[in-house]
């Protein structure tokens, strides 16, 4: 009996470490291809390339990811989950207070879960903000990410249009969306920025500044915008 149990758990213990194998395979194999993707576009990437970035086989990649149209929409899902989790639970706090949110509570709450996560360090969500902010001018890649990011977006719309019932919803959508690609933008890359604030006299290199220095500029333009564009917005 006690020689069954050794070899029961001997073999548990092989299976785990397979499965604990076989997971770190795949993110190395969802890894390389979301910094593919975010360097040279889906178009510019082949399931070759992911291999070789990843140090296996190509039939590795097709065990782990599928199709190269499957890794693109499984990078997209992997990241959105933690992204949504964490708006709404900014959005449930502000539901709690007494005080009513205000436009830019509900900015700031929606956006400060991205522009904290994907300016925290880790390589692998730099590469996801650059792939966004490369697909989210493309029109094929919407339907492909609509329910994955459009239902809490949603919910942080009725939640505009609770302080402000009324406004045209269009001109809210489209002032939101433009909000939504400012953000996206600034967190892909701050270069810019950083280029045009060095006067020209001044001798040196621009250096890009961490996303967080800019949040609060981020957040009174897109508030102060929204304003501007949709009439009957509390100010």
């Known amino acids: ?3 069954s149990a050794a070899l029961g758990r001997a073999e548990t213990q092989r299976e785990d470490g397979r499965l604990v194998r076989g997971e770190a395979t795949r993110e190395r194999v969802l890894d390389a291809a979301e910094r593919l993707f975010a360097e040279r576009g889906f ?14 086989t190509l039939g590795v990649v097709g065990f782990h990811g599928g199709s190269k149209l499957d890794l693109f929409k499984t990078i997209l899902e992997r990241r959105v989950a933690t992204l949504n989790t964490e708006r709404r639970r900014t959005l449930a706090e502000l539901r709690s207070r007494r005080a009513a949110a205000t436009l830019r509570d509900l900015l700031a709450a929606y956006m400060a879960p991205y522009l904290e996560i994907a300016s925290g360090g880790d390589p692998q969500w730099r590469a996801y903000a650059r792939l966004i902010a490369r697909i989210v001018s493309d029109d094929r890649w919407y339907e492909h990410v609509r329910d994955l990011y459009d ?4 919910e942080y719309l009725d939640a505009i249009l609770e302080i402000a019932p009324g406004v045209d919803r269009e001109r809210l959508v489209t002032a939101f969306v433009l909000s939504v690609a400012s953000m996206l933008s600034i967190v892909a890359s701050t270069i810019r920025i950083a280029g045009l604030s060095v006067d020209e006299s001044q001798s040196g290199r621009a250096v890009p500044g961490n996303v967080l220095d800019y949040r609060e500029t981020l957040i009174d333009y897109c508030a102060g915008g929204i304003e501007r564009a949709v009439p009957g917005l509390p100010r």
């Open 43 to 56: 178009d510019g990437v082949s399931i070759r390339q992911i291999a070789g970035e990843a140090g296996v």
């Open 1 to 3: 009996m006690e020689n």
């Open 151 to 154: 239902p809490v977006a949603r």
